[in-house]
């Protein structure tokens, strides 16, 4: 349950319009709710601000639906992450406003909300085979209230294409950026900017990256002050970070100035 609709439900109790005992039926599924094969946390969006995820990929498409239903019955917007067209056709069955985003592998049902971060996400990939990472960290910073903006393909390979970003760069308040391969792109964005810089390492790149984890221990040992690293292909992590961190810093002193 999100906090406005808690708070709603309390005011009507107490003016009288809601009766305790339905009150109680509707707060019964507080703090969490038992399906058999998943424990619902319906009290999250109270602790942590924006309601539990659904990591789709081992779950059944049936223990899928079932649980987008249930956050969806108690009010949540629903954010379901490395979902398949399937599991979205079935969802769709029984969430009629349920959107999928194909590229992120996301189902999306119920309200975002509106743009309360105070500056940018900047969502950066070294290469086009990134897109799919970063739409997921994009996606995920846009539905918890931030304004999002893309630079896609600027990858190390040709630094020409990240410095004709530099309006982007010196404009943003937080940066992801998303890389396979030896995931040089955040350390070399770090270096180029005094905001908060997170590295998404991707299972993208031949056989010696060891599906990410070369990016992984590259942007891990990075020489560059200012960057937080998450796991592999966990776009959902650095959008819901960069969330945290725009709604928080302030803006009214610029964060970043470029040096004359």
């Known amino acids: 349950m999100r906090r406005e609709h808690l708070r709603d439900l309390l005011e009507q109790v107490q003016a009288g319009k809601v009766p305790v005992e339905d009150a109680l039926d509707r707060l019964r599924g507080l703090p969490y709710e038992e399906l058999g094969f998943a424990k619902l946390d319906h009290h999250r969006s109270l602790r942590k601000g924006y309601p539990e995820a659904v990591l789709c990929r081992g779950k059944t498409v049936e223990q899928v639906v079932r649980i987008v239903e249930s956050f969806v019955r108690a009010g949540d917007t629903v954010l379901a992450t490395k979902a398949s067209p399937e599991m979205f056709a079935a969802v769709q069955q029984v969430c009629e406003q349920a959107r999928y985003h ?9 309200q975002g909300r509106p743009v309360t ?18 739409e ?57 900017v005094s905001v908060p810089v997170i590295a998404v390492p991707t299972s993208v790149g031949y056989g010696a990256s060891f599906q990410g984890l070369a990016a992984l221990l590259g942007m891990l040992n990075t020489c560059a002050p200012g960057v937080a690293v998450v796991n592999i292909d966990n776009g959902f992590g650095a959008g819901y970070l960069a969330s945290m961190i725009n709604q928080q810093v302030g803006v009214e002193e610029p964060l970043l100035r470029e040096e004359a």
Do not use: C, W, Y
């Open 102 to 110: 194909p590229l992120a592998g996301i189902i999306m049902a119920g």
């Open 117 to 134: 971060g105070r500056g940018t996400v900047l969502v950066l990939t070294a290469g086009t085979a990134d897109i799919g990472i970063a």
């Open 136 to 192: 997921e960290a994009a996606l995920t910073a846009e539905v918890m209230g931030n304004h999002v903006e893309r630079a896609f393909d600027v990858g190390v390979a040709g630094l020409h294409r990240l410095l004709d970003q530099k309006e982007k760069l010196f404009e943003a308040t937080v940066i992801i950026a998303v890389a396979g391969m030896e995931g040089a792109l955040p350390s070399l964005v770090s270096g180029l």
